[in-house]
């Protein structure tokens, strides 16, 4: 069964795992927000991708979430030292991951191949496409006035900031990479990983033709990245309290409504599953807390039956 996910980092990584774990090695692709990315200290930092890669990988530091497991720091310390702004707390091997894709780059080669020599070199059988070759970019307008790079809401103001829009820079010149809209076309299932539904899946769904590839296709399949009317990670409720009026699974499932079939909610918050339908989806509620590999697995087993 050919599946293609679309994600961005922990949630989507989790996810990931566990479709991996349940497919053949050339049967799941995944396509990965780079919304998020930024130039840090020089290089070009790919949040998203790396964390996907990182986790199918098994190298992620998964209590984390981010970053390499036992990866040290000796170069951002070094940098702060120096006076550089050290707030981006990149460590060394995971440094190395953006060096090497910034020299790809450098050399000509698009960012769709650097991802796919990296993942290769790390041994991850999945495919990943990054959702742009182009610089398309997240731009976070808070509710004070400021209009914030991505990386200066999440990291630097720790997703503090009210905010009263997201918005995308470079879209206007934007394609989606080649065999994005081909990997949705062509997949069994498509997967909506449990992301955060602004700052991931938004970008990755308005790069022109993917809404209406999404649209198109029979089986479209979401995970709720709110469980019991949370974010288990990051602002995603925030941002749904700000932005669509109320944190809530059946909040998520309005946002998709237009392209999705079946719309897998936590058991937490099953007393949504109406809430849920009256927007024309068809629900399901699962354990969807994937605490360990293992749990990823039996989640996906369960999605992919459905
Ligand atoms: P980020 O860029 O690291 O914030 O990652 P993502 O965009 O992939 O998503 C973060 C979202 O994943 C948050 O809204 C979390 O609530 C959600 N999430 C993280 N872990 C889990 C999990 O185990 N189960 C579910 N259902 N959602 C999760």
């Keep these: 069964m050919k599946v293609t996910a679309l994600a961005g980092g922990v949630g989507g990584a989790k996810l990931l795992v566990g479709l991996a774990r349940t497919l053949g090695p050339d049967e ?33 530091d998964t209590e984390r979430g981010w ?3 036992g990866d040290g720091f000796t170069v951002v310390d070094a940098l702060g030292r120096l006076g550089a702004d050290d707030w981006f707390r990149l460590g060394d091997a995971d440094l190395a991951t953006c060096l090497y894709r910034s020299q790809r780059l450098a050399e000509g080669a698009t960012l769709a191949q650097a991802t796919d020599e ?15 070759n182009h610089e398309v970019r997240t731009r976070v307008v808070t509710a004070d006035g400021r209009d914030l790079e991505f990386q200066e809401y999440f990291v630097k103001e720790r997703a503090a900031p009210e905010v009263s829009e997201v918005r995308l820079s470079g879209l206007e010149k934007a394609s989606p990479a080649p065999g994005v809209l081909e990997a949705i076309e062509e997949a069994d299932r498509v997967v909506i990983c449990p992301s955060n539904p602004y700052l991931s899946i938004a970008p990755i769904a308005a790069l022109p033709g993917v809404r209406e ?29 700000n932005l669509a009026g109320e944190s809530s699974a059946s909040a998520v499932a309005r946002l998709y409504a237009d392209f999705l079939d079946l719309f897998a909610l936590d058991t937490r918050d099953s007393g949504e599953i109406e809430r849920v339908r009256q927007t024309g989806v068809e629900a399901l509620s699962l354990d969807t807390l994937m605490v360990d590999h293992d749990a990823s697995e039996r989640l996906t087993r369960a999605l992919l039956a459905a």
């Design 213 to 241: 590839a999404l649209r198109a296709h029979p089986r479209v399949i979401a995970v709720s990245p709110i469980v019991a009317g949370r974010a288990v990670k990051g602002p995603a409720g925030s941002l749904l309290a």
């Design 118 to 132: 990296i993942r290769r070199s790390l041994g991850v059988e999945a495919e990943i496409l990054p959702m742009s």
């Design 67 to 69: 970053g390499i497991e």
């Design 28 to 60: 799941l692709t995944a396509v990965v927000n780079t919304g998020d990315d930024a130039r840090v200290y020089g290089v070009h930092v790919a949040p998203d991708l790396d964390i996907v890669t990182y986790w199918l990988a098994g190298m992620a």
